[in-house]
């Protein structure tokens, strides 16, 4: 494995078998295995469990790591092409990924979506052009609409409570004031289709996720015996539900007008998941989010503090399951 930008890129068998390579580490831990490699992090978006849970992954495999957060006691980064560069950015990531891939054995990178123009956000523009910079195995830390890391991590974590390969998945738009990326439903929506689950998405009107999305999820829904619709009838989602995953995201009707989107959004604080939307669910239906979540606006307190939430070991799963990531890049076996 050279990159690990998309789980698409990897299929099945090879995600299945990355995480048994996690949990063989979790079983017999190799303190040593990646001794003498550094692991560069370049984040252009804040961060708390995918900064942390990389350094803490390398240092457990014996490697080390340095971060990178632009204009913050680093030069601030300009990233579009042609830049005319007479503003706060003093160095462009033509000149800084370089050099940065030149001091380490791996990079990650974390760009998120302009959240302007979503045919550039789909096609992943700003992030492949940075990784175009890169000549050393690459980690998407979350870019326009992926976060692979993520997505092994939610996989990892459904194996681990029993949650069935071909289970009900509820993937729920849940209310925040300003428009979120699309880059965590995304990846759930694909990963779940992937793993062969039965996946609804349930959003209100003008938040449906773009076509080619649902159809890349589509394709690996017929390769795993699972499948992938959308819906607005929420009672009838999340009936014999086994998770309900909570992500906010943008309106997708009127994509990057951020007006139009509080407008919509405005009338759509009800989405904020609480006991009742497990009425009908299956008797053991978990609760996921990718984290950071505004309680009692996107999840209610009642819900993440009840014995259905497996937010914690999301978490938790990105340590351990990026550990398999690095060990595979950097070991390459
Ligand atoms: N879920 C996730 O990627 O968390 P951070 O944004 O804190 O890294």
């Known amino acids: 494995m050279k990159r690990f930008l998309d789980l698409a890129d990897l299929g099945r068998e090879e995600v299945i078998a990355l995480l048994e390579l996690a949990r063989r580490l979790t079983r017999s831990p190799e303190p040593h295995a990646l001794s003498g490699k550094i692991l560069g992090l370049l984040f252009l978006n804040p961060s708390l469990r995918t900064l942390a849970s990389f350094q803490a992954g390398m240092a457990r495999l014996g490697g080390t790591s340095f971060v990178i957060t632009p204009g913050q006691g680093t030069w601030q980064l300009e990233t579009k092409r042609g830049a005319v560069m007479d503003g706060a950015a003093a160095e462009h990531v033509r ?18 979506a ?21 000549d050393k195995p690459l980690i998407n830390l979350e870019s326009a609409v992926n976060h692979p890391c993520q997505a092994l991590a939610d996989w990892k974590t459904m194996d681990e409570v029993g949650v069935p390969r071909d289970g009900r998945f509820v993937l729920s738009w849940a209310y925040h004031p300003r428009p979120l990326p699309l880059a965590v439903p995304a990846a759930a929506l694909h990963m779940a289709a992937l793993r062969g689950m039965q996946v609804v998405v349930l959003r209100p009107e003008g938040f449906a996720l773009p076509k080619a ?26 009936s014999g539900a086994h998770i309900i995953y909570a992500k906010e995201w943008s309106a997708t009707s009127c994509y990057g007008d ?22 009908r669910a299956a008797a053991d239906c978990r609760l996921m989010h990718c984290l950071p979540v505004r ?37 390459g076996i």
Do not use: H
């Not at 990924?97 to 030149?102: D, G, K, N």
């Open 95 to 112: 000149e800084g990924i370089p050099v940065l891939a030149s001091y380490c054995d791996a990079l990650g990178i974390r760009a998120f």
């Open 258 to 279: 951020a007006e139009a989107d509080a407008a919509l959004r405005a009338r759509l604080a009800g989405w904020c998941v609480r006991n009742d939307w497990f009425a």
């Open 213 to 238: 999305l649902m159809d890349k999820a589509r394709r690996a829904a017929e390769l795993s015996g699972g499948s992938v619709r959308e819906t607005d009838e929420r009672n009838e989602a999340l």
């Open 295 to 331: 309680r009692n606006v996107a999840v209610a307190d009642e819900v993440l503090d009840s014995g259905r939430s497996i937010v914690q070991l999301e978490a938790y799963n990105r340590l351990t399951a990026q550990m398999a990531v690095l060990y595979r890049l950097l070991k």
């Open 114 to 134: 302009d959240g302007k123009d979503l045919g550039a956000d789909l096609a992943e523009t700003r992030f492949n052009a940075m990784a175009g910079l890169v």
